[in-house]
């Protein structure tokens, strides 16, 4: 990495992997035997998994804890771990660009997800350990979930980087027009080679 002051943020489903969220729920109502509507409504809504993503369950153990009540039933860390990895697909050009990405400033994730998630991202996405590093983490450690404009001031206060500085890609346009609303560079994903183009560009112009 070159210090040349400049942060690099990716998320991670549908930017960097595919992510079979149905796929991942039918595996969820086989672990817990309910039905994919009865998930939904017990814990994929805003005060569980998106109160989850935005921090509001600090360990993986507190989410654990909770999930576990809200569906009724035990849930094997490994298992869930397993479910949601399995759901997961790298894309080697979107990779290539984080690689690319990281000879030219600091790269880090930002993903929409909850700190069980979060200490498990090593095994749910190994083909990023090595270049993220210590740099693998989830909007629940900031205590805030995309699009709040809250958690991208929270990642540039992190890294000490001005906003002008930093470039961000995401699938979602609510998240790229909440990063782009503090002043920050954001890209709208649509694929690996146009994230490679969009961050080139955008260190080109800081040079």
Wanted: contains cysteine; proline residues 3%; aromatic residues 10%.
């Amino acid at each position: 990495m070159l210090d040349t002051g400049l942060l690099f943020i990716f998320d991670m489903d549908e930017v960097l992997y595919s992510y079979d969220w149905r796929e991942r729920m039918r595996g969820m109502a086989e672990l817990t035997g309910l039905s994919f509507d009865e998930l939904r409504r017990r814990w994929w809504h805003d005060t569980g998994e998106q109160a989850a993503e935005a921090g509001v369950f600090a360990t993986g153990r507190e989410y654990l804890a909770a999930f576990e009540i809200a569906v009724g039933c035990e849930v094997d860390v490994a298992e869930w771990v397993r479910l949601r990895g399995g759901a997961m697909t790298p894309w080697p050009d979107s990779i290539a660009a984080v690689r690319r990405a990281s000879e030219l400033g600091q790269i880090t994730l930002l993903t929409n997800n909850n700190a069980l998630a979060g200490e498990h991202l090593s095994t749910l996405a190994p083909e990023l350990t090595d270049l993220f590093g210590d740099h693998l983490l989830t909007t629940s450690h900031y205590g805030a979930r995309k699009p709040d404009p809250a958690v991208f001031a929270r990642v540039l206060q992190k890294y000490d980087v001005p906003a002008e500085q930093a470039f961000f890609a995401d699938d979602m346009l609510e998240n790229v027009e909440g990063a782009a609303s503090i002043g920050i560079t954001a890209h709208h994903f649509s694929s690996g080679e146009r994230m490679l183009q969009a961050i080139e560009e955008f260190a080109l112009a800081r040079a």
